[in-house]
Nanobody
């Protein structure tokens, strides 16, 4: 089972950009689709982006489509989330997790495992 560690969060002004990273330990990284999730204050955990095991397919929540880009580097066992055009609504704790299969069939958190500790993103002045 993969063990995951998120990094890259911080305080950013509205309209700004951040790139989150998710490092994975283990030898089966390419066998798992990877997802990014956001937990906003007072709200549940929402799947916002997913990338297939091969990296050739992605899926996004409507709230981030066109602003966020998920990618992965198999050689480095790392998944990235490039976030542009950030708004106050993007504030929250961000987590990555691994799906049991290679495909992004769903972004529901229940289908993922190996959760990291999260990284906080705060959008404000």
């Amino acid at each position: 089972q993969l063990q995951l560690v998120e990094s890259g969060g911080g305080l950013v002004q509205p309209g700004g950009s951040l790139t989150l990273s998710c490092g994975a330990s283990g030898s089966t990284f390419e066998l798992h689709a990877m997802g990014w999730f956001r937990e906003a204050p007072g709200k549940g955990r929402q799947g916002i982006a997913c990338i297939s095991g091969s990296g050739d397919s992605t899926d996004y929540a409507d709230s981030v489509k066109g602003r966020f880009t998920i990618s992965r580097d198999t050689a480095k066992n790392t998944t990235f989330l490039q976030m542009n055009g950030l708004t106050h609504e993007d504030t929250g704790e961000y987590y990555c997790a691994a799906k049991s299969g290679r495909r992004c069939t769903s972004r529901r958190p229940s289908g993922f495992r190996g959760w990291g500790q999260g990284t906080q993103v705060t959008v404000g002045s």
